[in-house]
C-alpha cells in the first residue's frame, strides 16, 4: 500500500519554482500569505503550465520499519529537500511506489541494489554507500538504520548542506532545482561509535533556557555531524551487583573481600573475591540476566552489544591467597572478565563484555584474554602507569581487538570555553594514535562551546569517516563556506588558534582586528551574521581576560563577573560559549564567596528575574559598536612570530665553562620532560641527582626515566620510587652526539638537578609547577626584538647577556622587549616562573638551558 500524502500546492509550486529565475524562498511566503493570492498563483501556473501533473519522484523511499534514529533523520531530509528545492519532499513505504522516487533508503540486504552497492558487505556495521548515476534515483544504503542515518547527512552534504556549527546562523543550506547526482561513494569508518558531551551539561529547563533551545540545537548539531553509534556501553557494575545480592553476600562472608587477613563487610562499594567460584557463578549469571533483558527488549538495541564487567570504583580488591595467585589486581579483574565473556561467548555468539582500563586495573594483565572483550582506555592523564598516551593505548592494542578510549578534549571546567584546546597539537596527535592502534570507539568529555571546540568538533566528524582527509583543509574548507569572500583573514584567526591560543591583549587586538578586516571584504548578510558571532565571542574572552586580571572573590572579580555573566546570557542564543557550565563555574568555583550575590541576580529557576527579562540578545548595531570598542581598547604588538628548525647544535665559539662540576635544580612539572644533552667526545657518563614525590600512594610506579642515543637507540630505562630521597644516576655513555633524556613525571613533583657543565636544552612547552630557577636562551644575531608569551602567577624577572635586569614595562602575557645592538646573538635569562599553562618563546628559539651552555635548532644560527 502506498502512503502518499501529498498536497496540491507542493506540486505546483515544484512546477512553478523549476522555472529558471524563480527560486526565491521569500516567494513562497507571499504568495501562501492570503488566500487570493494564492489562487491568482493558481491561475497563473494552469495558464504557464498547461501540461502539469503530480510529480511522483519528489518523494523518499524508505524502508517499512525504521527505527527511531532513521525517522528522525528522514523528517530532517525531509525539510532540508525542502528548504534546498522549494518542493515539498514525501516519505513513501513501499516497495512499489507508482512513478520512481528521487531517493531510495535502503537496507544493505534489500532486493535490487546498483550492483556497485554489494561492495558494502566487507565493511563494519556504520559503513553506508551514496549513489546516483545523475538520472534514476539517489540511492542511500547502509547495514543498519542508524547507517541509513547517517548516509542521508552525507548525501545533503554532498548536496551542498553545511552544518558548521549548532546554529541556524552557521547552517548553509544552497539553492538547487534537482537533488540527482552522479555519485558513487562508499563511506565506513574505524570508529564504530564517536560521541562527545559538554560536562555538566546544559542543565534542563532554566530560566536561561526556558525552551531548552541549544540543547536540541547541540543534540540536532550531533546526529547530522554523525556523532553516534551502534553500542552503549556501562560502567561500574559492583555496587549494583552489591545492591541486587546483599542478603546472599551477606550470608556469604567468604564471597567478600578479604584485605590484611580479614574478610570486609558488606558495604555498597566493597569488592568480591574472585576466586571463590560460587560468588563469581552468582555474578557471571547477573551478567548474562542483564544481557538478556537487554536483548529482549531490543535486540539491535546500542545496550545490546555488550555488558559491563567493571568492578565497583576504588580499590579494595581481595587479597586472599587464593586470589593472590590469580596475580596482580589487572589479572585477577580481568579472570572475572574472562569468566562473563566466556559464557556470553556461549549464549549469545557475537555479543561482548566491558571493562575499563582503569585506576588500579589499569595494567595490561599477564593472562591471554577472551576475545570478546572490550577495554575502555582514558589514556592521557587518569592512570599512573608510567606510560605516556601513546605507549598505554599501544600496549592494550597489543591484548584486545576492541578498544575504546576516553579523552577530554577543551572541557569548560578547564578552559573556560578558551580556545586553549590545541587542534594542531592535541586533536590530531590524539586521532593519530587511535588510528594506529585500530581502536573501536572514541567518547569525549568536552565543551558544548561552538568557539571554542565547535570547529574542532566539525573537523573531527569529517575526519573520523574520511581517514585520507587533510585536517587544514577541513578548517579551511570550514572558513570559506562561514564566511566566504571574507575569509582569508578567520582563516588567519582559526590558524593562530589550531596552535596555540595565547591569552593576551595582542591576541584580543588581533582577534578584532582580524574579524573588523573580513566586516570590510563581504556584503552578505549570512557572513556577516556569522562574523558578528565571532564578535561576541572574542569580546567574552576579552572579558574572561579582564575578570582574571582581578584577584578572585573580590569586589572588583565580583564586579567584573556579574558583567561577563550578562554578555554570556545575552549571547546564548549563538550557542558559542556553555553558557550554563560558565554560569555554574562562576558561581561555585570563581567566585564561591559571592555564591549568594550571584544566585540572587540570576535566580536560575526564575525567568521573571530582572535580569533575565533584560539579558536579550544584542542587536547588530551593538555588536558592531562592541568591534569599534574592542580595536580602541586592545593594541597588538609589533613584532613577528618566528620558528627554528634543524639538529640541536652548540652555539659558535662557545666559551663553556668545564670547570664547574656544580648542578642546576630545575623543578619539574608533573608531565613529560625531554632535555637535548649533548654527549662530547671523551665523555663516559650522563651523571645527574633526581628527587620524586615523597606520594603516600603504595602502588604508584614511581618515575621512568630514559636516554635515547644520537640514533634513537634506549640506552637507559628505569623507574624511580616517588620516595622523595635525592639519588644521584650515573648513565655511561660510548657514543657522542645529541641525546635525548626524558623524565615521565607521574603527579610526583620530581626534582632534577643536571650538570651545569654540560650543553643542555629543553624542547618541551615550558610548564613550572613552583617558581623556576634561572632558564638561559638564546637571541640569534640580527633579532631586534624579544617576544615570549608567559601566564606566570607572577611576573618573571628577565636578564640580558650580562646578566642586567630588562624592564618589561609592566607587560603580562605576550612581552615584547627591544633587544638592543650587540646583544642580538648572545644568551639571555629569566627566573621566577611559575604556571601550568605554557611559557612559549614566539620569534626566537623555544630552548631553554640551565646553563649558558645551550643547544639550539640550526637555524637559529642563521642570522635573521
Ligand atoms: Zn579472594
Known sequence: MIMMKRYIKGDLLSCFLNTPG???????????????????????????????????????????????????????????????????????TSDKPQGESDIILARSGAKGLPATIAGLTEHNSQAYHVFGDGKGPMWIVGHSDLAIANGLYSYLELLGVRWLLPSEKWTVIPSRSSVKLSVDKLYQTQFLTRTFFGTGGFGGKHAGDPEMKIQRHWEQWMRRMRYNGPIKLGGHTGEAFNKTFREQLEAHPQYLAMIDGKRQPWSVGVKFCVSNPDVLALYTQWRLDTLADAIKRDPNGPLSFATSVDPADGGGHCTCPDCLKLGSVSDRVFTCANQVAKAVAQKFPGKFVNLYAYNEHAFVPGIDLESNIIVSLVPYGLHRTGMNGQQFIEAWSRKVKMLSIYSYWGVTDWTMCRPTFSFNESALTQLDHWRENNVSMIALESSHSSGSMGWILYALAHMAWDSTSDPHQIIDSFCQTAFGKASSPMNRLFDRWSDHYLQSDHELATCFANIQEAMGMTSDPAVQARLRDMVLYVQYLALLHDYEKEKANTPESLAMMKQLLEHVWKMHDTAMVHSYRIYQLAIHRRENKHKTELEALWPIKDPTAQSWQQATPYTSEQVDQMLIDGLAKYKPLDFKPQSYTGDYVTLPDDPMDTTTDKRHLVKMSTGELEFKILISEGMTELAFDFRAGPVKNPNHLGDPITLVDADGKTVYEKYFPADGQWQEIVIPVSKPGVYSLKVYDQKAFCLLKLPQSVYTTMVNPFVSADVCSRMYFYIPKGQKTLAFFEAGVIPITLFNNKGQKVDMNGQRGIVVVDVPQGQDGTVWSFWGYKSYTPMRMLNVPHALSVSPNILVPESALEVQ
Open 22 to 92: 524563480c527560486r526565491s524562498r521569500n516567494l513562497m511566503d507571499i504568495i501562501f500569505k492570503s488566500r487570493k493570492s494564492w489562487l491568482s498563483f493558481m491561475l497563473l501556473v494552469m495558464v504557464l503550465c498547461p501540461g502539469w501533473q503530480a510529480r511522483a519522484d519528489d518523494t523518499v523511499r524508505t524502508p517499512d520499519q525504521m527505527r527511531s534514529e532513521l525517522k528522525l533523520a528522514v523528517d530532517d531530509l525531509l525539510a532540508h529537500l525542502q528548504a534546498i528545492t522549494g518542493r515539498e519532499y514525501q516519505a513513501v
